[in-house]
């Protein structure tokens, strides 16, 4: 078998173990028994699997931590994808380092390049680096994208069309014919796509849509769209996130706004709070703890063979739209 294909999921399958055994039989053979670290070298030695790291980490041995870029910590979107990644992670003897870039591209920057001489490569959740930027770093070791698609880098997205869809015809059943799309920041990529998405789906369902923004991705983010557009309401807004929405929604309460029966509001993520906010909010639900363990994993497997892959992983997840109060028949009481 070529060097170049071998990889620690074919050592650990002929010896017998997790592959998390296996690298900590190469990284830390303190932590399994004499007996486990002599079955794991005679089967790597079997398959001639020779650990490789990319250029960046050939100065010394490998750090066992990942970097984990996110936009905004206090969104609580991020919570349950960084668990996803915690947990399995952990289960390949990983720590995580968390790097916050409140949602400044200044210091995102800054965050990543302290961050390279100290983790063995980085989950970017929530970038706003340019692609050139973002394939640079590539260089310098192991990336994995989420909820962004960058051409040479592995990526793992949700399928925004597939909700988008739902969520129309949701509206649509619910006898909705004007939709405005309440954007989130300008740079996200992720916010281009569920408004190309909305625009299609639209059309399919004879709904008129609009597209208003950016603001920030916050409940007063929320707010000051809800303020922009108070004087001339659609029948239902779809938001960028659950935080716009939640901003949109207190807003329109406060002026004297019945909903759903004048305005559906509609948004994306299912954050905890969504399913306990009155009635509970409409949204487009993401399988965060999903999408989390599959970026980590995609990463320690760029990390333990770089060039068992020449070309770059991109996945989609399903995502699925969930009904609750804050949407229904328009002028019903």
């Given at each position: 078998?070529?060097?170049d294909?071998?990889?620690?999921?074919?050592?650990?399958?002929?010896?017998?173990?997790?592959?998390?055994?296996?690298?900590?039989?190469?990284?830390r053979?303190?932590?399994?028994s004499?007996?486990t670290?002599?079955?794991?070298?005679?089967?790597?030695?079997?398959?001639?699997?020779?650990?490789?790291?990319?250029?960046t980490?050939?100065?010394?041995?490998?750090?066992?931590?990942?970097?984990?870029?996110?936009?905004?910590l206090?969104?609580?979107?991020?919570?349950?994808?960084?668990?996803?990644?915690?947990?399995?992670?952990?289960?390949?003897?990983?720590?995580?380092?968390?790097?916050?870039?409140?949602?400044?591209?200044?210091?995102?920057?800054a965050?990543?390049?302290?961050?390279?001489?100290?983790?063995?490569?980085i989950?970017?959740?929530?970038?706003?680096?340019?692609?050139?930027?973002?394939?640079?770093?590539?260089?310098?070791?192991?990336?994995?994208?989420l909820?962004?698609?960058?051409?040479?880098?592995?990526?793992?997205?949700?399928?925004?069309?597939?909700?988008?869809?739902?969520?129309?015809?949701?509206?649509?059943?619910?006898?909705?014919?004007t939709?405005?799309?309440?954007?989130?920041?300008?740079?996200?990529?992720?916010?281009?796509?569920?408004?190309?998405a909305?625009?299609?789906?639209a059309?399919?369902?004879?709904?008129?849509?609009?597209r208003?923004g950016?603001?920030?991705?916050?409940?007063?983010?929320?707010?000051?769209a809800?303020?922009?557009?108070?004087?001339?309401?659609?029948?239902?807004?779809?938001?960028?996130?659950?935080?716009?929405?939640?901003?949109?929604?207190?807003?329109?309460?406060?002026?004297?706004?019945?909903?759903?029966?004048?305005?559906?509001?509609?948004?994306h993520?299912?954050?905890?709070?969504?399913?306990?906010?009155?009635?509970?909010?409409?949204?487009v639900?993401?399988?965060?703890r999903?999408?989390?363990?599959?970026?980590?994993?995609?990463?320690?497997?760029?990390?333990?063979?770089?060039?068992?892959?020449?070309?770059?992983?991109?996945?989609?997840?399903?995502?699925?739209?969930?009904?609750?109060?804050?949407?229904?028949?328009?002028?019903q009481?």
């Amino acid at each position: 078998m070529a060097d170049d294909r071998v990889t620690i999921y074919d050592v650990a399958k002929a010896a017998g173990v997790a592959p998390s055994t296996v690298s900590r039989a190469f990284s830390r053979p303190g932590r399994v028994s004499a007996a486990t670290h002599a079955k794991v070298m005679a089967s790597a030695k079997a398959l001639d699997y020779r650990t490789t790291a990319p250029a960046t980490q050939e100065r010394g041995v490998r750090h066992q931590r990942l970097g984990i870029e996110i936009a905004d910590l206090t969104n609580p979107y991020f919570a349950e994808l960084v668990s996803g990644m915690q947990e399995a992670a952990q289960e390949q003897d990983f720590l995580l380092l968390l790097l916050d870039t409140v949602e400044d591209v200044d210091r995102e920057r800054a965050s990543l390049e302290s961050a390279l001489d100290v983790v063995d490569g980085i989950v970017l959740s929530g970038t706003r680096l340019s692609d050139a930027t973002l394939n640079h770093l590539s260089k310098r070791l192991p990336v994995v994208v989420l909820n962004r698609r960058v051409a040479g880098l592995d990526s793992v997205t949700p399928d925004y069309e597939h909700g988008m869809g739902q969520a129309m015809a949701h509206l649509a059943e619910n006898g909705i014919r004007t939709v405005t799309y309440v954007a989130g920041p300008v740079n996200s990529w992720s916010d281009g796509e569920r408004w190309r998405a909305a625009r299609t789906a639209a059309r399919s369902h004879d709904l008129l849509v609009h597209r208003h923004g950016p603001f920030a991705p916050t409940i007063a983010g929320g707010e000051q769209a809800f303020e922009d557009l108070r004087e001339k309401l659609p029948h239902a807004v779809v938001c960028y996130n659950d935080l716009v929405a939640f901003g949109f929604l207190v807003a329109a309460l406060r002026a004297g706004v019945k909903i759903p029966a004048e305005l559906s509001i509609m948004g994306h993520d299912d954050i905890p709070l969504s399913r306990y906010l009155g009635g509970g909010l409409t949204t487009v639900v993401t399988p965060k703890r999903a999408q989390g363990s599959a970026a980590i994993e995609r990463l320690i497997r760029r990390i333990e063979n770089p060039s068992a892959h020449r070309t770059p992983v991109e996945g989609s997840l399903p995502v699925r739209l969930v009904p609750r109060g804050t949407t229904g028949p328009r002028g019903q009481a």
